[in-house]
């Protein structure tokens, strides 16, 4: 479920991506071979970003997404995540979130990340630049006002 709210982040379309996920998964055990649990945590993870990436296609079409400012309301949806780092991937644009998810945190390259998304490899490199120029505002921003209000 943590794989798929850092894509979709939406709750609703995370259980439908982790539905989705757990049949894949389910479909291909018979081809599965069974090393230790790190790997095999780490095979499903890889299915369910996949899966949320295809969900993410299918219903956003790549289209242009306006940042909208981080409310309460979406705090109150994760409240699961109190992690400040989560908070900020959730004003990222969607796909800076996707190509940071995938590079900083389940570790494809570029080039993995431009195949799978259908982009070009710059593109990919481009948008991890603007996700970390976000990230790093944010960052800023929290520990300004820690630094005001501590």
Same mark, same amino acid.
């Given at each position: &479920?943590?794989?798929?709210?850092?894509?979709?982040? =939406?709750?609703?379309?995370?259980?439908?991506?982790?539905?989705?996920?757990?049949?894949?998964?389910?479909?291909?055990?018979?081809?599965?071979?069974? +090393? @230790?649990?790190?790997?095999?945590?780490? *095979? &499903?993870?890889?299915?369910?970003?996949?899966?949320?990436?295809? *969900?993410?296609?299918?219903?956003?079409? *790549?289209?242009?997404?306006?940042? #909208?400012?981080?409310?309460?309301?979406?705090?109150?949806? !994760?409240?699961?995540?109190? =992690? /400040?780092?989560?908070?900020?991937?959730?004003?990222?644009?969607? @796909? #800076?979130?996707?190509?940071? $998810?995938?590079?900083?945190? +389940?570790?494809?390259? !570029?080039?993995?990340?431009?195949?799978?998304? /259908?982009?070009?490899?710059?593109?990919?490199?481009?948008?991890?630049?603007?996700?970390?120029?976000?990230?790093?505002?944010?960052?800023?921003?929290?520990?300004?006002? +820690?630094?005001? $209000?501590?």
């Amino acid at each position: &479920m943590t794989v798929a709210l850092r894509y979709v982040v =939406d709750r609703s379309a995370a259980r439908d991506v982790l539905q989705e996920s757990y049949i894949r998964i389910y479909k291909q055990l018979p081809r599965f071979q069974y +090393e @230790n649990e790190a790997a095999t945590m780490a *095979w &499903m993870r890889r299915i369910t970003s996949r899966e949320a990436i295809r *969900w993410i296609k299918k219903q956003q079409r *790549w289209q242009a997404i306006d940042i #909208q400012p981080f409310s309460e309301q979406v705090s109150s949806v !994760h409240s699961i995540f109190k =992690d /400040e780092m989560y908070q900020c991937l959730l004003i990222l644009p969607t @796909n #800076q979130r996707l190509v940071f $998810n995938m590079y900083a945190i +389940e570790g494809y390259s !570029h080039k993995e990340i431009a195949e799978k998304l /259908e982009i070009a490899e710059s593109s990919s490199r481009s948008l991890l630049t603007r996700a970390r120029k976000k990230l790093a505002q944010q960052i800023n921003k929290a520990k300004t006002y +820690e630094k005001l $209000n501590g």
